[in-house]
């Protein structure tokens, strides 16, 4: 699913112009991305959470020449969904099958 059929589906399910649904993805998305900027958590209910987590450096290989390396620091997102979502998504899989 792209930016562009989440806005399809809310022009079509909500019933607003194609250009005001698209202003409230951006803006949702533009909400999202200053909060996780700053370092902040973001729970969607139903839905799973977005975290901003810290890696220190830390010593690794380079697998081809197997010369030691220093990997730098550095934040990574990481998202955990959520029970409902890790149901749905089971159940949607049993169904099919």
């Keep these: 699913m792209t930016k562009a059929d989440l806005v399809d589906l809310i022009y ?6 194609k250009k005001e649904a698209c202003e409230v993805v951006e ?3 533009k909400i999202i991305e200053d909060s996780l900027r700053q370092g902040g958590k ?3 209910s139903g839905f799973g959470s977005f975290t901003v987590n810290h890696k220190h450096a830390r010593r690794g290989r380079n697998p081809q020449t197997g010369i030691t390396i220093i990997i730098d620091s ?3 997102l ?5 029970q409902v979502l890790k149901h749905l998504v089971a159940d949607g899989a049993k169904r099919t099958v």
């Design 12 to 17: 079509e399910r909500v019933g607003s112009s």
């Design 27 to 29: 803006e949702v998305f």
């Design 42 to 44: 973001v729970k969607i």
């Design 74 to 76: 550095r934040r990574v």
């Design 78 to 82: 990481s998202f955990k969904p959520s």
